[in-house]
């Protein structure tokens, strides 16, 4: 769940500009993860040449894997190479949290700015020292910021991350900004014939790359949790089944004292609802719990840091799915096991006991 | 109640062979008498008894219950008849584990419908009348066998049932708590009229009772 967040973030980062990717990159909505190199100066070549372009802002962006010597299993935490001077452009009117700090400027060759869970989690103050890629970097500000790609960011000039990644003039991602009145779709095929080698994505179709994979994520979804409705029907059928056979004798009493077989199938599927519903309120703690635990041990993320965003991970809605779906499951589960007890005869169980 | 068993017979499959519980039975039983069915153990008591309180079906032959052949009534109407007008002793009480000897008794006045303030006063004073006042919100496993079946007499006349039907409830009693019992159920059909079918082995209960059956190889005889 907070992959897809971060995923859908990018493109509220770089809303309204067409994205420039080399075509051997391999990207998630047009964020490099892999490959993909290209000179900066291209940024300048697209600006002079392309009369659609307003303004085009090389970035290059990175996601180490070594941090602070930490190996991480996925990559959560980035850096984002930027020219001071459009800064703007890409993080918008994000301020410094507390007002506390500044922006790197020109002349900084070793000042950054970070995410707030980066600096939550490393303990991380405006003016410490930081190790990225055995470079030390100067902390001059905290991003005071809701978006989680932003929150896991180490911003920096373009200069300096080019240095300590050794992308020398390289960048990974163009950034263009369409003059007033071109549409992105427009932009993006001017610049698609000027240079061979690259990608232009709008904001349409970066979202439309995303969508098969968001799409199989859901596919698949779909079918484990098909599987596990399945399972847990036969699991909670086959349990109470066990259970009403150990009290078979109590259910032929019901009937022997003439007990309405309403009354008898009620009992068993308010009793399998009320396991459903201790089951599913116990089930989500739980589940919710683990998905805490297991997005703490992928990411080296602090547990602790989670919390706070246990409904991103585990949203609300999904949370009473999942509650409905147990009780509906132990209800339909109990229907069989129902009618079997509706059909114990005192007659029959007396039989078999003597 | 007047139950009439006529030309009654079960018989029951186990494997390749046939047994017949209840052979050809005809059997009458009038209001407010105290019958009473000896026999030895397989000899088709139970089976008997079964029949008559509506939650068997016989093979052949029909019960009346107040002249109405009960073989034309559905599951539903044999069911109130169970619930409405009959009461069951089972030898093995057959209380429900869970709840109090209090809600044991409740129970089938739930099921009737009756108001929970009702059901709570009448169930304290059936408590009270077969000496159980003070055992009233104790489970059947902190209860003696003699209190357990006491309270299971007491929820057979909860819902002031015409015929109680007590399969062998002095079974699993010692001889003195078993005379308690009968003595407790000698008085209910004195003093209320309730007609009682019981079988049994005990000797005691073939004294006090207004007729006497017995019952071999599912053939049932009158002895007076």
Redesign the interface.
Known sequence: MRYTTVIKEMNVLFSGQVMVVSEKAIVIQAIPIAGGLFQESLAEDIKENIKEVEKAVPVLFMTPIRFEEMIQLVPVNFSMGIPVEDWQLIIGPTPLKGGVGHFPTNESNHEVVIGASLADQYNWTVGKEIMVNGHKLNVTGVLDTKLALLNRCILMPLRLAQEIYSKSRSVNIISVKPVQGCSQEELADAIEQQVEYVNALTEDERNDMIQPVLAQVETWNISIQTVIFIMSLILVMTVTIMSISERR??F??????????S?VFRLVILETALIGVLGGILGIAFGSLAALVLSSLYTNIPLAQFFPSIFEIVPPIYMLEIFLSVVVVCCVGGIIPAIDATRM???EV??A?? | MKIKAVDLTRT?RVGPSKITAVDKVDFEVNKATLTAIVGPSGSGK??LL?LL?L??YPTSGKIFIDNTDTSLLS??KR??????R?G?V?Q?F?L??TLTALENVE??MS?AGKSQKEQREKAVRLLENVGLGDRLYHRPKELSIGEMQRVAIA?ALANDSEVIIA?EPTGELDSKTAKEIIGLLFDINRERKTTVIIATHDEKIVEVADTLYTLIDGKLRLEH
């Not at chain 2, 069911?79 to 409405?84: C, D, E, G, N």
Request: without cysteine; charged residues 30%; positive net charge.
């Open positions: 004798r109590d032929a009493t019901l009937d022997a004292i003439g007990a309405p077989l009354y005869r005192i007659a007396l039989k006991e003597y | 029951y139970s089976t079964n309180g939650n068997d599951g539903r069911r109130k008849i169970r619930l409405f009959m069951f089972f093995t057959n429900l584990p129970l089938p099921l929820r399969d």
